[in-house]
């Protein structure tokens, strides 16, 4: 356990207190910070208790810390610990002692074994042209055609517009959920799954069958189960 623990860095509250504030602690631009310390590379901001902004929802994929496994890319594993994954700031923390330590180094992390979810950490996913998307990504089939998940969270405020008929909007701010998938032959680059143009675009084979395939079923790109049945018909060619 020791081995991994370098992995980690504090980060804002720690104990008790860590979460019932963490939600609070996410502040939009513009809200007001009292101090900021830099220690070892890490900023931690400090909010003064009588100027928290609530958010609605969670940064979480799960609000509880759940037990996982850390797979290195040097062959080590650590025993099981608790994690979470902080959807909005796309990173894990690990609950150690009182602390809640954030994962700091995914780089040297091959794979991270969640509640039966497999993550890993990638810098050059494609997202549009030459864009780039890193971060964590979801493993949900691995293949000659693979297939990922990358969960995001954005912050939406809900402001009050006003009309001559009066106004709308709670004046809150809203965690709202977005994911994008990606695919990945195992001789090629990784390329987002947006549409049936991208998807042919992305493939070096059997083009004619998988838009023979997309066209007799249906296929809704935005749908989960559509694009696991279009890469397992991929894998079975």
Known sequence: MKNFIILFSIILLSGNLYAQDLKLAILPS??????????????????SSHNKIPIN??????????SGTLELKDGKSSQEVPLRYNVYRDVFEIKYNSDTLTLNRPFDVKYIHLDSKIFFYDL?????????????????IEGKLSLYMKRNKDMSYDSFVATYKG???????Y????????????NGEPFLF??????????TENKKEMKTFIKSNKIKFKKKDDLVSLVEYYNSL
């Open 167 to 173: 106004g709308g909007g709670t004046k809150e701010y």
């Open 30 to 47: 513009g809200a007001r910070v009292e101090s900021t310390t830099i220690i070892d590379g890490i900023t931690t901001h400090s909010y």
């Open 124 to 140: 050059y996913f494609t997202e549009s042209g030459s864009g780039k998307r890193n971060g964590y990504f979801e493993i949900v």
């Open 194 to 203: 947006r549409s049936s143009k991208s998807f042919l675009n992305g493939l």
């Open 175 to 186: 965690y709202v959920d977005k994911i994008s998938y990606f695919c990945r032959t195992d």
């Open 57 to 66: 929802g969670t940064p979480f994929l799960f609000d509880d810390f759940k």
